[in-house]
């Protein structure tokens, strides 16, 4: 294997996990955004944590309320995604609006959670690290659903057409469509 040097785009090596639609409000107003650099940060309790731009609109929502919802759109929805990655809420757009995504009502926090995602985690921010223009999120999930199509026994489930969305630049994604069992080599 002949293996090349690089000096940018680095992250791209390794991917932060599957996209998010990242939903906040309060009450009255919301937006939603697309997430690559999302990961979870710890089983029990659950905590997730998102790299966020100070300069996003839907920040401005998160740090007065101090939530948000994290929603795992399908791979289907690969154009709203895109498009809620691109489009400012800055500008007066309703995204929900625009792009076709259905508000719901979350159990335990103000803001919206999209109804298309197949999966919904409604958190709580617990640690902000100071990243200069964008901030580390570090939240714990207070509520979360999932299609149970998708999830049994514990266990997220591809069986049923699951594909996970990952990002890989630009206009770039890859999809997860199975999950595999490795065996111990001990």
Not at 63 to 83: C, D, T, W, Y
Not at 149 to 163: A, Q
Request: aromatic content about 6%.
């Amino acid at each position: 294997m002949t293996k090349m040097k690089i000096h940018s785009n680095i992250h791209s090596l390794l991917n932060p996990g599957c996209v998010v639609w990242v939903s906040a409000g309060d009450g009255d107003n919301d937006s939603v955004f697309t997430v690559t650099w999302n990961m979870p940060v710890r089983r029990d309790p659950a905590m997730v944590a998102i790299e966020c731009s100070r300069n996003h609109h839907t920040y401005q929502f998160i740090r007065r309320s101090g939530e948000f919802a994290l929603n795992v759109p399908e791979a289907r929805h690969v154009n709203q995604v895109l498009a809620c990655g691109r489009v400012s809420g800055k500008t007066g757009v309703d995204k929900f609006e625009k792009f076709g995504l259905t508000r719901e009502s979350a159990e335990k926090i103000k803001a919206p959670l999209v109804g298309e995602a197949f999966a919904n985690l409604e958190c709580r921010i617990a640690h902000v690290v100071d990243m200069g223009s964008s901030a580390l999120l570090i939240a714990q999930v207070v509520s979360a659903r999932v299609d149970e199509r998708h999830f049994v026994d514990g266990k997220l489930v591809f069986d049923n057409g699951l594909e996970l969305l990952h990002h890989l630049g630009g206009d770039r994604f890859c999809v997860s469509t199975q999950s595999i069992v490795g065996a111990t080599m001990v």
